[in-house]
């Protein structure tokens, strides 16, 4: 059982009054800093109680069944109807006009009086098709390599394709799937096993499955490390990190990203440690997006920008949970930008006005000063601690934040080029997520390296519009995609 301090002990009211003023008054301070640090632990264990995903960087797995009561998005609604809007160009199943097999229904006899028509010429069809799979079956191909003897006595054999390398292997095309299936649609190896046994008959062991995703990670490995270059060498890039299990323990994946780019690292380490071990950060030199975590600002050769979705949950937080009323104002104000930068972007032009721009920067000053003279009347709480820097109330942290790094909150209205979120980031690594919530976690170390690598190629395939399975075959044949 966990110890637990007695609770204090005070005077009943009699032997108050009986007590010499001076030993009154030293109760009555005692009660008094008592009732203001209950106070404050209450405020604080109220405060954790009330984040879930809609008001703080929690994912929203962690919402339980206790989610939101109303989901709350920083969305404007269009004023669109839901579903396809006027002049879009719908897709639907239609006939073909080369059907690979055709079955013709005869008449055999009148609906109305039931005389034979056998005889009777046809006068026009109607036509159904129908789109199935056919029957699912591997296709054993055998390789006979010719040998022939030379008068010089030489035996030569025919070289066999790459694809046949031993006695007996899968072709390239399982191999993919395999691939596909477990780093891409994130099955599970005891569901591969079943997915193949049910549709093939074959009986892949993890033992095979696992040298398939080797053996991809491999092939893809010259392309990876281009990839890793060109992120280096971009002008803006994303980057995030976030908690895997692997071997039982605790270690960080981190995503860098860019529109058309993506890699992913594993490392034992979340900070200053990985970043310089991964190498990304230490020679980038273009504007980075994060959310404000501080090991990021150890790299000064790149231009910092931050994370306003971050921001947008915060002030959420600060204004429902502590009552601050300059952090709704600061909510307003970042989506009201948002959407001035937005509407002048769908018109073509490069920058806002002049105007907007001084009367922008005056707002959020005036709601900065207004956040300050509230914390300066408020007070801060007592140090509980002899170590660390003096503790503060959250709104006044963020109030902190956004004061010393407004030129890093505000980046994306004076340079259209710099995004209002670091949701690229975030949506690149919340799949690696539903992989581990789908899988569980990795048995070693050298899974998760060629998980990551594999989601690589596979991030920066989609996002340059190459089809995943093609992609994949294409690396297994030797001719992976030039992504980078």
Sequence with gaps: MPSQSAPPKFPSFDEFRALPEIQQRDVYNNIVSLVLSLHARV??????????????????SSDGHKKPPQTKSSRQPSGKKTGGQPGHKGSSLSQV?????????PVAS???????LADVKVDGVEKRQVFDLPPLNLIVTEHQAEQKTCTCGCVTTAAFPPEATAPVQYGPWVQALVVYLSVYQFLPYGRLKEFFSELF???LSPATMKRMLAL???KTASTVEKIKRAITSSTLAHFDETGMRIEQSLHWLHSHSTGLLTFYAISCFRGAKAMLEIGILPKFRGKAIHDAWAPYYIFEDCVHFLCNAHHLRELTFVFEQHREKWAGRMHALLLEIHRAVYEYKQSGKEALSRYLLEKFEAEYS???TAGKKLHTHRGEPEQTGQRGRKKQHKGKNLLDRLDGNRDQVLGFMRDFSIPFTNNLAEGDIRMQKVKQKISGCFRTRAGANVFAHLRSYISTARKQGHPTLGAIHAALVNQPLALA
Aim: charged share 25%; hydrophobic share 30%; with cysteine.
């Design 43 to 60: 405020e604080a264990l109220e405060a954790q109680l009330a984040k879930n995903s809609s008001n703080s960087s929690k994912p929203p």
């Design 97 to 105: 006009e080369n059907p690979d097999k055709i079955i013709v229904h």
């Design 110 to 116: 009148c609906d109305d009086c039931g005389a034979s």
């Design 201 to 203: 008959g074959v009986k």
């Design 216 to 218: 991809a990670s491999t």
């Design 366 to 368: 005036q709601i900065i």
